[in-house]
Structure formats: structure tokens, C-alpha cells
């Protein structure tokens, strides 16, 4: 049987995530895979549909609202791969008990507010040139497993070779065998 995936995707929702599909192709064969719409999760509304809108929907109260909702809608263990907002999304619901057995979370924005140590088998991964990057300083005080790929900025993860990097090793999660 195919471990479960949760895909969970970045602001734009599926309106603007083609680069997703590229995701799916890698990992369709060898996950059961359950997708996450970040704004259907979080329920945020954007009558006018700009960036700017769309992040204060966000933060104002779609962030909370999406996590609760996971933590409603998950409740066995499974692996994550979640993108921007949705990374941010997956990373607090995790601080709050949600089951995993690995979070793959790129870009997350915001999380250096938090102060729980980090779970274990959480990657955080963002672009050199993010400016939502989180310090190292905040990464060693909580035990985060940051890594920081050079030359790319906050969308890094639609990008098709850190698509295949990051596919790749959970394609290695999911072919591991026992010992």
C-alpha cells in the first residue's frame, strides 16, 4: 500500500500552481497523494485578487483558520510537502500535534516567530534570496533543519530542479525499505 502524501500549495491556491502538476508526476506512481488548496483550507475570500489582498486575507485570520481545518481534516500520520503559505500552514499545525512522519516545507513565511522546537524529520528549505528566510540563529535556538539553496528566492519551489531534488528524496522516503 502507498504512503500518503499531502500536498498542500503556496497563497495562489491552485489559480496559479501549473508547476504543481510537475510534483504529481514524480510522485503520483509511488504516493497517495491528497492535495490541499491553501485558500479553501484557510476558507479566505479574495473578492479582489492581488497579491496584496490575498496576504493580509492571510494573516488577518486564514492562516489559523487553515490550520485548524487541517488538524480536523488529518488525523493518521502521513508525509508533507507543502509550499509558502501552505508550508507556514503545515509547519504550525505540526507545533500543534498534528501526526506526521515528515514535512518537507518550502519557503514557509513567518515561522521564525515561533519558539517551540522544531520536530524532528521537518526540512524547511527556501531560497538564498528569500527575505522571508529565517535566520540561523532562530534555526540552532529550535533545532530546525534549514536548508538554504543558493541563487533562488521565495518561489524556488516551482522551479523544475528543485521540483526533481525535493521529488527525488521523497521518492527515497517512500522506496526505503525496513531494515
Not at 501549473?18 to 514524480?26: D, K, N, Q, R
Not at 528566510?133 to 528566492?153: C, E, H, M, T
Request: charge should be negative; glycine fraction near 8%.
Amino acid at each position: 500500500m502507498a504512503e500518503r502524501l499531502i500536498v498542500i500549495s503556496d497563497k495562489w491556491g491552485a489559480k496559479k500552481g501549473l508547476w504543481i502538476a510537475s510534483y504529481f508526476g514524480y510522485l503520483q506512481q509511488y504516493y497517495d497523494i491528497v492535495f490541499y488548496d491553501c485558500q479553501q483550507l484557510g476558507n479566505v475570500d479574495v473578492s479582489i485578487f492581488s497579491e496584496e489582498n490575498i496576504d493580509k486575507a492571510f494573516r488577518e485570520e486564514g492562516i489559523e483558520r487553515a490550520v485548524a481545518n487541517l488538524l480536523k481534516k488529518e488525523s493518521k500520520p502521513a508525509h508533507y510537502l507543502a509550499f509558502g503559505t501552505g508550508a507556514t500552514i503545515a509547519y504550525k499545525a505540526l507545533l500543534k500535534g498534528l501526526p506526521t512522519k515528515s514535512v518537507t516545507a518550502i519557503s514557509p513565511v513567518g515561522i521564525d516567530t515561533e519558539n517551540q522546537m522544531a520536530p524532528a524529520d521537518v526540512q524547511l528549505i527556501y531560497g538564498e534570496c528569500d527575505t522571508s528566510k529565517p535566520g540561523i540563529k532562530w534555526a540552532k535556538s529550535v533545532g530546525a533543519d534549514l536548508r538554504v539553496v543558493p541563487n533562488f528566492g521565495h518561489t524556488l519551489y516551482s522551479d523544475e530542479k528543485i521540483i526533481s531534488e525535493v521529488s527525488l528524496e521523497l521518492l527515497e522516503k517512500a522506496t526505503k525499505k525496513a531494515i
